[in-house]
């Protein structure tokens, strides 16, 4: 078993892919909230 099928290579940087589903996690969260809060605002007028 090698160790690099585990780790991605984000501009040079060895990343584990724990790492990233955590990002993309946080950035569609983000997306989320932003989209609920346009949302929000629309209802509100």
């Known amino acids: 078993m090698n160790k690099r099928?585990?780790?991605m290579s984000i501009f040079g940087?060895?990343?584990p892919m724990e790492a990233i589903w955590?990002?993309?996690a946080i950035i569609v969260l983000v997306?989320?909230?932003f989209i609920a809060?346009?949302?929000i605002?629309?209802?509100k007028k």
């Open 5 to 7: 099928g585990r780790q």
């Open 13 to 15: 940087f060895q990343v």
């Open 22 to 24: 955590i990002i993309v």
């Open 31 to 33: 997306i989320i909230v």
């Open 37 to 39: 809060k346009g949302f």
């Open 41 to 43: 605002d629309e209802m």
